[in-house]
């Protein structure tokens, strides 16, 4: 599915700072990705709380087409 590719593919650019071993956190990039696209579709996605970061303006384009791809907008 072309949401979870562009999930994966913002999660494999951030760099954790937890101190939980890899093996054990699980991944949070879907919030920043969620609420990216809360935005897009009008909605108040809210800001995220720090060590979590916004998406840069090349990956919220790259959420605008896949939301276009898959009929959201």
Not at 15 to 31: F, H, K, T, W
Not at 46 to 72: F, N, S, Y
């Amino acid at each position: 599915m072309p949401l979870w590719s562009l999930i994966s593919k913002v999660e494999r650019k951030r760099e954790s700072i937890s101190v939980i071993p890899a093996c054990l956190r699980g991944s949070y990039a879907y919030m920043g990705v969620g609420k990216a696209a809360m935005d897009l579709v009008g909605l108040n996605g809210g800001p995220l709380r720090l060590p979590m970061e916004d998406l840069t303006a090349a990956e919220r384009q790259g959420l605008k087409e896949v939301l276009k791809e898959i009929g959201v907008l």
